[in-house]
Structure formats: C-alpha cells, structure tokens
C-alpha cells in the first residue's frame, strides 16, 4: 500500500511539475475520446435500426428485383404468402396515401373543437393484421377490433396528445382533409422508435379506402405494383428457401404474358426477401418509405474516429518521450537505488493510465456539452443514457483504459531501459530507433491527417459542382405548393390566371412530380417495335409547365392550347426515351404507355432535351409527360426581387381557393438539395474531423521537436561558435520536420486517391480528382507544422551557445 502511495505521489508531482505537457496530453487524448464516443453514439443508433424487438429477426419486407428494383408489390401478396405457406405466422400490407402521381399525400387534419391543425403527411394505409407483425403495443383501445372498419383512425401517442392533449381521445373527432370528412378516433398506439425504416403518425385501415376508390382501379389487385409488404416467419424457417419459391409461386395470380416471362428472364427479376434489420443501412431500393443512411458513412466515421483517437494516443507517446531527457537522471537514481524494470513500467503505465482517465471524464463533459451541436450537425437525438445503456459506460471505460495502457507501453519500455551509469554520468541519449518510431509515428499521423482534409477538400468540390452544374431546368426561385383538393385540381386554370396577375410572379405550372422527387415509372415502347420496351418515369402537366421550369426543347413542340388534342394521346418525351426507343425521327411517331392492364396510344409531339430530374447519383432515364390535370404541385417561379412579399401575396390568393387547409410551401432548389443530405453532412463531419486530426498531430510534431531539439542544443551551440548563421540553423532544424510532412504527403496522395474516387463512383455525374488537390493540402500541412514548430525553432537558435556549452 505504501509502495503504491509512493507511485501515486511521484506520478501527480510528475504531471504537475509538467503542467503545459500534462495539458497538451490531455486536451489531446480528451479530443480523441470525445470523438470516438459521439461517434460511436452515431454508429450505435445506425446499427440499432429495426431491432427494438427480438420478433424483428423474423420479419422480412417483399420487394421486386429488376433492373428497376424497387420496395412496391401487389397488394394482395402478403395475405396470400399467409394463406398458402406454413412457415409464415403472419402479414401484413400497408402503403402511404398517395396523391396524383404517386408522390406522398399530405392531409391538412383539424380538431374542430379546439381548432387545433396541423398538416399530416405519415398516415398510412395498413391492413388489420399491422400489430400482428410490428410489435406495437395498443395504449388505448381493443386491438382486436381495430383497423376493421371504415371511418376509423388510429393516432400514435405523440398525435394524439398533439390533437388531444391529456384527454382521452377514443370516440372523439377529426377533420381529414376538409371540415366536412370526419372520422373517429378508435385506438392510440406507441410511438414507433426514431430508429424504424417507417414512421406513422396515424393507421388507416385498408377497408376505409376503398370506400372512395373507383370499383374498377386494379389498385388492390395483383396488377399493381403499389403496395409494401411484410411478413413474419417462424424462429425455425429457412428465409433462404422461401424466397427461391417466390417467383414461381407468384406466376399463378401474376399470369405474366409471354413478354413478361421475356422480360424476368432478361433481367434476372423476381421477389425477394429483405429484413428489415437491414433495410435502413443497405437498401437503396426505388420507393423507400424514408430515406435511409448509408452502411459506408458507417464506417467511414468508424475509421475516422479511431484514427483521431490513434493520433492522439500517438501524441501522448511522443510527448511523454520527448520528457524522458528530462526524467533521465531521477530514473537513473532509482535504478542505482534497486528499482526494478518492471516497477518503473507500472509506474510510467499507472501515469498513462491516470492521465488517459482523466481526459475520459474530460471528454465526457465535452461530449455533454457538444453532442446537441453534433446532434444538429447529423439530424439524430443521440444522447448519453448511462442508466439504460451500461453498453455506454463499458465502451468509455475500455477506451479510456486502453488509450491509457496502450500509450504508455512505448514511453515506459524507453524510460525502464535507461542504463544508469551512462546517465549519471550525463550521457543520456535516446536511441536512433526510438527516434525512427517517432518519426514513423508523426509521418503516420500527418497520412491521416493529409487524407482526410483532402478528402474534405474532395467532397466540398463534388457538393460545389452539384449545386452549380445546369440541371436542365430553372431551379432558382421556383416555389412549389402542394395541392390538397380535387377541388383545386379542377380550378387550377382560374387559380393559374389569379397567381400571374401578381407582380414578382414570372410563370405559373402545375404538375403531378417534381425534380428531386420519386417518379412513378411505367413501361412504354414504340408501335413500329412492341417487343422492345423500357421504363420511363411518368409526369402529369399543365399546358406551361415546360415554360415554368424553363425545360428546353429539342425537336416538336409542348403543350400548347392552340392544340385541344393535347391530352392523354399526345406525348412528350426526352432525349433519353429516344435513344432507349431507338427512334431516329420520333416526332408524329407512335408510342404505348403501358399503366397496369391498360394501354395508352399516342403520338409524339416533342422531345425535350435532358433534364436531370433525379440526383447525379443517377443517369437521366427516359421520361414520358401528358397534359392531364392529375396535378400534385403547383410551381411558381419568381423573381428575385423582393421574393418573401410575393409569397404573401401568393397565400392570399391561394386562400380564396382553399381556406380550409393551411397554406404550404417549399422550394425547388431546397427538394434538390435535399438529394444530398447525407453527403453535406459526411462533408461537415470529415471537416470536423480534418480539423482535429491535424491540430493533434502538430501537437505531436511539437513534443518530438521539443525532444529533438534538447538532444541537440549542444549541436546547436558549437555551430552558433563556429559562425553558423541564423538562418542556416534555422533551416537546418526545420529540413527534417519538412521531411516527415512531404513523406506523409506521398504516402497519403494514393491512399486518398483511392478512398475518395470509390466515394465519387456513388455519383454518375462527379467531378475529376485532380493530384492539385493533394499537393495543396501537402504544401497547407507543411505550413502549418512550420508554424507549429516556428517558436522551438526560434528559441533554440536564440540560446546563448555559453549556457549549453558549459557543462562540457
């Protein structure tokens, strides 16, 4: 115990009497550490979607793959899988309310007593079996009985206080969609998880819908794909040999033609099995419910957090190295006096350790302080739940343990190795390989360092060419107004005439989708060649949608009301269907859309030249526009002079139209924006992190200078008395450092090169990496350990050579 009293007090009077280099170790390691748990927060809550119960291992989602693949499949499949295979304990079928165009449906919902709205786009459609397969529990109301009946609905929990408040809302009222469509509130549920592929603010059953859909739309039959659906499967099933089943199983309620059989055969298509465990993080199908994240981001932040946390135990060796000229002659006396090796390891290990916890509590009240901002930054509600989460406390424990062991494993095994007659009689020098492995270390750090502000550099300018690369389409200034009402569809030509009377509005369209936005997407194919068809995504427009976005045209003409024949037989497409189509002259040329079991003749009329309606992940695909009034949007394009006063005065006109729901906007540019989310925020992150990284490691480059330059004061001296001028010594401490920072720079360019240009592959439009890049942010690095290193520089050269030269 005394012996262990003795080590406590050597190690704190150690670190105090080194305060400024117990200061820089523990800012350094409290970086790393607070990085490496928020990230990990990050990481836990991405791994951790769709596993709130132990039933999510056994429910799997069916989706159709093609060469288009996408999530929606008939709405009959599900109950069917139930009835015909044993294995398959329960299903489920549920879809979002689509609006005109098979965008989201977005329904104004009103509480008429308290006069409480709020505009609702999370409602679904879902059969009665929903609870059977998503482990919900029902807080208020019979579960046996809900979803059965038509003119019921059930709110989440957070709904349902939000309408609500405390009192119980089962019988009463809303308002969906308009005053006069009331239905009953029959059941509350939990709210679902933040971490779930889908969220609902409110279930409506199946049986409620079809009371408004026309009796002759294959919606509901094994002719739309329309639908998501679900099943569980027992613990003991083999998914594996369930889904081989599926495609031949699905042929006798498809009844596919001989071109269908063609078609699955070309493209390898079939029903397949996903879990849901693994739908956020690795699926990127067409119509997702929500968008998902991305399983590389993953680990790209993984590996960017533990290389942080790598620099900084690096930094703690380097700096507790650079004392041990300092530290020579106290453990040359304790040697002389008996200390064994392994006693001054543990006690230079113990010093690691104490300091690697304290920059864990540190680190823990940073990461209290900064996880909001980091929260803001990535769109998540992480939080420190030490209670519920013991996972947490272990994790930040074992790293705060290992950082400290690990860090002190190099610097003890140096200092314990000292040789005390060499070093009493002051001629302690550390060895030339312990040197090398400090330079190998700081060359390592700066590799770190140098690929991820590259990479930085990298993703700023892909982010750049996005938003400043002609999309085809005016996206500035360009409002978008979601319609609610069949109503406003029907007035929209009296609505269009009302908004360009305004002064600050330049052109007025509507259409059913909008770039940046799902499009629904439906076979067609040319008359002269029927056998060869391709997918091309389907708009519904207005007579000047094309001149509100600006698009331009190729060959033909748009819509035009000179034409009454503009409807549903006249097509407009683009450049992409007519080289899909394989049409030379496609102008009066006939095509048929293919919509379920309907076919749609008509002739071209124009041909627009791409336009990029999806994001530059993708290439443009084929698309096919007719003036029909199944409008979804209304878009407004504005001048740029006083834009927030024509909004106004577009909401009171709107709210002669439709008082009934609040006025709603958006606009463009935002919606194309928001394609890239995930890559702003990878973006801002690597930032984050560059910044760290190479704050930490000039911090490690100043302790191996710091050490350096003690060793060769003397160096120093006998060259200041022989004339060395100024400057050459300057030059001559600084070469080295300017070294390790060029080596670092070689070894990173290709490693970079590497990471980054896998990244822009995600991206069928990018930019070219240009080797610029590395070497620019080689020549920062270099400028920045100048400066870094600049003071011991200068302070070294400016020693009178008499002091250090006097003790020999």
């Not at 690697?356 to 680190?363: D, N, Q, Y």
């Not at 998540?380 to 343990?401: C, M, R, T, Y």
């Amino acid at each position: 115990m005394s012996m262990l009293r003795s080590y406590l007090l050597i190690t704190f009077r150690n670190l105090l009497k080194n305060r400024i280099y117990t200061i820089i170790n523990v800012i350094g390691l409290t970086v790393g550490i607070a990085s490496v748990i928020m990230i990990l927060l990050y990481v836990q809550d991405e791994i951790s979607y769709d596993r709130y119960h132990p039933d999510t291992a056994h429910i799997y989602r069916i989706y159709w793959q093609s060469d288009n693949p996408q999530t929606r499949t008939p709405h009959p499949m599900a109950q069917a899988l139930a009835d015909d295979f044993p294995e398959v304990t329960s299903a489920v079928t549920l879809s979002p309310i689509w609006g005109p165009g098979l965008t989201r449906q977005s329904f104004s919902v009103r509480n008429l007593e308290k006069d409480i709205q709020y505009n609702e786009k999370n409602i679904l459609s879902v059969d009665s079996t929903f609870f059977d397969v998503f482990p919900l529990k029902i807080i208020n109301g019979n579960k046996s009985k809900v979803l059965r009946t038509p003119g019921k609905l059930l709110l989440s929990q957070s709904a349902a206080t939000k309408y609500f408040g405390e009192e119980d809302p089962i019988g009463k009222f809303l308002a969906v969609d308009g005053d006069e469509n009331l239905v009953e509130i029959e059941g509350v549920y939990e709210d679902m998880p933040q971490q779930s592929h889908f969220h609902a603010s409110a279930l409506v059953s199946y049986v409620h819908m079809k009371a408004f859909e026309d009796p002759e739309s294959a919606y509901y039959t094994w002719a739309d794909f329309g639908h998501f659906n679900y099943i569980k499967l027992r613990p003991d099933a083999d998914a594996k040999k369930l889904e081989s089943q599926l495609m031949d199983w699905a042929k006798k309620y498809l009844n596919p033609t001989e071109e269908d059989l063609q078609y699955i055969k070309r493209n390898n298509a079939g029903f397949k099995l996903q879990n849901i465990r693994d739908i956020h993080l690795q699926s990127h199908l067409m119509w997702e419910l929500e968008a998902n994240g991305n399983i590389e981001y993953v680990y790209i932040m993984t590996a960017a957090a533990m290389l942080i946390l790598i620099i900084a135990a690096i930094n703690f060796m380097n700096l507790t190295t650079a004392k041990s000229a300092e530290r020579a002659k106290e453990i040359g006396v304790r040697r002389t006096l008996g200390a064994l090796k392994k006693q001054l390891s543990f006690q230079f290990i113990g010093e690691s350790l104490l300091v690697a916890l304290f920059s864990m509590i540190m680190a823990g009240l940073v990461v209290e302080i900064l996880l909001p901002y980091f929260n803001m930054l990535t769109g998540k509600e992480l939080k420190v739940d030490l209670i519920h989460n013991p996972l947490i406390v272990v994790g930040i424990l074992a790293i705060g343990s290992l950082t400290g062991i690990l860090s002190g494993l190099y610097p003890s095994a140096i200092l314990s190795s000292i040789n005390p007659v060499q070093v009493l009689k002051g001629k302690f020098v550390t060895s030339k390989g312990g040197n090398r492995f400090s330079k190998l270390l700081v060359v390592f750090q700066f590799t770190m360092a140098i690929i991820l502000i590259s990479g930085t550099v990298i993703i700023l300018h892909q982010l750049s060419f996005i938003q400043n690369k002609n999309l085809g389409f005016a996206k500035d200034a360009t409002l978008l107004i979601p319609i609610r009402q069949d109503e406003m569809r029907r007035n929209f030509e009296t609505l269009q005439i009302e908004l360009k009377k305004l002064s600050g509005v330049v052109e007025v369209g509507a259409s059913s989708n909008v770039p940046g936005t799902q499009f629904n997407q439906n076979p067609i194919y040319s008359v002269s060649d029927a056998q060869h068809q391709v997918n091309a995504s389907q708009m519904f427009v207005d007579f000047d949608l094309i001149k509100t976005l600006d698009l331009k045209i190729a060959s033909g003409r748009g819509f035009d009301r000179a034409f009454p024949g503009d409807t549903a037989n006249s097509f407009i497409i683009n450049e992409s269907a007519v080289q899909a189509l394989q049409m030379t002259d496609p102008i009066g040329k006939e095509i048929v859309l293919v919509l379920d079991e309907n076919l749609v003749r008509g002739s071209v009329i124009g041909v627009l030249k791409d336009f990029h309606y999806q994001s530059l992940h993708q290439p443009v695909r084929p698309v096919i526009i007719q003036r029909l009034p199944y409008y979804n949007t209304v878009l407004v394009r504005l001048s740029a002079e006083n834009i927030m006063g024509t909004i106004s005065s577009i909401e009171s006109v709107w709210k002669n139209f439709d008082n009934s729901n609040g006025f709603e906007y958006s606009f463009l540019e935002d919606t194309i924006n928001s394609q890239y989310t995930s890559e702003y925020k990878m973006g801002l992150v690597f930032g984050l992190f560059a910044g760290i990284a190479i704050i930490i490691s000039c911090m490690g480059l100043f302790g191996l200078a710091t050490l350096n330059f003690a060793q060769r004061k003397k160096e120093i001296g006998i060259r200041k008395v022989m004339g060395a001028p100024v400057g050459i010594l300057l030059l001559t401490l600084v070469r080295d450092y300017s070294k390790l920072i060029i080596t670092s720079t070689v070894f990173a360019i290709p490693i970079a090169w590497w990471i980054m240009n896998n990244w822009l592959n995600n991206f069928v439009f990018k930019i070219g990496i240009n080797v610029g890049v590395f070497l620019l942010t080689g020549l920062g690095t270099l400028l920045i350990a100048w400066v870094t290193i600049g003071y011991l520089t200068l302070r070294t050269v400016a020693v009178n050579p008499v002091d250090t030269l006097k003790e020999e």
